[in-house]
């Protein structure tokens, strides 16, 4: 049973456009989110994580709001750039000691110029 | 800091034969985890350690698979035998078990294809 679901396998936008990136969970003790970014032959690395004290956290481009009732957190990208590419992931975990994370199953964006 | 190192980079081995992965962490991490990623299952968690010890291996697929830390600095997830099923990127990870915002920090992966 996948506890994070992300339903969208991939997503195509244009650059210079808003990309948002949708995750589901299913487990109502998670009460941390993370975004991760991978490119191709790299480990996913670090991009923007929430409290679930907070339904939005803003860094830069990204933005990522966690709407708790709905158990969903989405994550947006604006301007969209082409080296934005890659698969994102989401995670959850039960606290924020980095712990236990437990990942979704991906989007892969592609920024077209 | 180098990073999470993880070697090799690429494994090509035969159906049966016993393949080992290894995993430095960063220093001073004192929690380490071993993930596979396949295009089915996307990130799934195998194991993962604290302060050497195994503290979870439910996401271990089979007892082909086994994982050991016997030190703080290097870990290890072997296959034995290996199976074509098993074929994926395997990714290591580690991070400091205090709090914090980051999770965890990944190292490149080791891309295993069993034929």
């Known amino acids: 049973d996948q506890q994070v679901k992300q339903n969208s396998p991939s997503l195509s936008v244009q650059e210079g456009r808003i990309s948002i990136l949708n995750c589901d969970y299913t487990?109502?003790?998670?009460?941390?989110f993370l975004w991760y970014k991978k490119y191709p032959a790299e480990g996913p690395t670090f991009l923007i994580s929430?409290?679930?004290?907070?339904d939005k956290n803003e860094d830069g481009r990204f933005t990522v709001f966690l709407n708790k009732s709905a158990k969903h957190l989405s994550l947006h990208i604006v301007p969209s750039q082409p080296g934005d590419s890659a698969v994102y992931f989401c995670?959850?975990?039960?606290?924020?000691?980095?712990?236990?994370?437990?990942f979704g199953g991906g989007t892969r964006l592609m920024v077209k110029p | 800091d180098a990073g999470v190192i993880q070697s090799p980079r690429h494994e090509v081995t035969e159906m049966g034969q016993e393949v080992t992965l290894r995993c430095k962490p960063i220093?001073?991490?004192?929690?380490l985890f071993w993930y596979r990623q396949t295009m089915m299952r996307g990130l799934e968690l195998l194991i993962y350690?604290?302060?050497?010890?195994?503290?979870?291996d439910s996401g271990m697929p089979e007892d082909r698979f086994s994982a050991k830390m016997p030190n703080a600095s290097f870990s290890t997830l072997k296959i034995q035998p290996s199976e074509p099923r098993d074929s994926a990127v395997y990714f290591c990870?580690?991070?400091?078990?205090?709090?914090?915002?980051?999770?965890?920090?990944f190292g490149s992966g080791t891309r295993l294809t069993v034929v």
């Open positions: 990870a580690s991070s400091f078990r205090t709090g914090g915002s980051y999770g965890y920090t």
């Open positions: 487990n109502s003790m998670f009460d941390y």
């Open positions: 929430i409290s679930s004290i907070k």
């Open positions: 995670a959850a975990s039960v606290d924020n000691a980095g712990n236990m994370l437990t």
């Open positions: 220093s001073g991490h004192n929690s």
């Open positions: 350690f604290n302060n050497n010890v195994p503290i979870d």
